[in-house]
């Protein structure tokens, strides 16, 4: 029915960068809200950023500065433009939707999850 699926992980230098993208397909009415998680060895999983309604975006206070998100609407595609690594952002990433299907049921959706690991 609906599907996220995520690509971009990997293994990167600390001060590198990183692009994850999270498509969403399927019988999609609309998408309400869409954005990343991350969870950390030993760490609960935390909200990264997201987009919600028509635009307006939130970012944890650790990556302010560092990571952009974004949403290409066409494609239903959510991007996280991830700058300055460091070994503190090494964690499982997963994209997370809150979707509305074209049968008006509502609910939250999520990515099989993406590893980012930072490291020299």
């Known amino acids: 029915q609906v599907q996220l699926v995520e690509s971009g992980g990997g293994l990167v230098q600390p001060g590198g960068s990183l692009r994850l993208s999270c498509a969403a397909s399927?019988?999609?009415?609309?998408?309400?809200?869409i954005g990343w998680y991350r969870q950390a060895p030993g760490k609960e999983r935390e909200l990264v950023a997201n987009i919600i309604g028509g635009g307006r975006t939130n970012y944890a206070d650790s990556v302010k500065g560092r990571f952009t998100i974004s949403i290409d609407n066409a494609k239903n595609t959510v991007y996280l433009q991830m700058s300055s690594l460091n070994a503190e952002d090494t964690a499982v990433y997963y994209c997370?939707?809150?979707?509305?299907?074209?049968?008006?049921?509502?609910?939250?959706?999520w990515g099989q999850g993406t590893q980012v690991t930072v490291s020299s």
């Open positions: 997370n939707a809150l979707i509305t299907t074209v049968r008006f049921i509502r609910r939250d959706y």
């Open positions: 399927g019988s999609i009415l609309r998408v309400d809200n």
